[in-house]
């Protein structure tokens, strides 16, 4: 497959169509030669190290959640040079799939969370620029935080802030990954038990607090790594093209 035929398979089910107020610019963002693609990398973030390292492994493609190109003009300067140097020297393809990856039902960041939970009666959630990002279920039984958290990651990796101050154990649950933390105030409104996110900022403390309600702050990378893997796994399934997900954690 060329990238353009790449391109055509990814929108096929990724509806990145359907999310035009997306700030970021989603599909390809930098082209290679044309050549044939036989290996696809896959990352978070489009930066230094995810580049050499796709470059390292021989890819052809680097496949990111968040890319180089946000929806307005960027001088080609400084590290942004030194990134697009790197990918055309190394003739990669970088492709990109922000806000449409978050909301994917068969590969998204939250869809992909709800099934590591078994949450039914899947709803939208999660409004961001008129667009529904994240995801809002039921689990099939009661859990603790401590079960939420193990299933949210049963590599063992730890989120990185709890607010336990609603039910100890949650049946609704709402789900954001990244900086979903804006959509505490629906989560509530929505009777949700628990919100799962990437990030909080320190006024939610007090809007938690105050709500009885728990907030889980799971790590923007950590909630962000769900999606790429599942478009990798989904791509070497039904393409047969090798793949491989880079793993480079912010701690954040």
């Not at 101050?165 to 900086?179: D, H, T, Y």
Request: aromatic share 8%.
């Amino acid at each position: 497959m060329n990238q353009h035929e790449l391109d055509k398979y990814f929108r096929s089910f990724l509806n990145i169509e359907m999310f035009p107020s997306d700030v970021s610019k989603n599909g390809i963002q930098v082209e290679n030669s044309g050549c044939e693609i036989t290996k696809v990398a896959f990352a978070v973030d489009a930066c230094e190290e995810t580049i050499s390292r796709t470059a390292e492994w021989g890819a052809q493609m680097l496949f990111v959640h968040h890319g180089l190109f946000w929806g307005h003009e960027q001088t080609i300067t400084g590290i942004h040079y030194k990134r697009i140097a790197k990918l055309i020297k190394s003739d990669i393809a970088l492709y990109a799939c922000h806000i449409p990856l978050d909301a994917n039902k068969l590969c998204g960041n939250n869809y992909g969370l709800a099934a590591r939970f078994k949450l039914n009666d899947l709803e939208p959630f999660g409004e961001w620029r008129g667009m529904m990002a994240g995801v809002i279920g039921n689990a099939e039984k009661p859990l603790t935080l401590e079960q939420l958290i193990f299933k949210a990651f049963p590599d063992g990796e730890k989120p990185n802030t709890v607010l336990s101050f609603g039910k100890e154990k949650v049946s609704r649950i709402a789900v954001v990954s990244g900086s979903g933390a804006d959509n505490l105030d629906e989560a509530i409104e929505a009777g949700a038990d628990v919100l799962i996110t990437g990030e909080v900022s320190h006024q939610d403390y007090h809007t938690a607090l105050e709500n009885k309600f728990n907030l889980i702050a799971a790590g923007h990378y950590q909630t962000e790594t769900v999606g790429v893997k599942l478009v990798a796994e989904k791509l070497a399934k039904e393409q047969g093209l090798e793949t491989v997900f880079i793993d480079v954690p912010t701690g954040l």
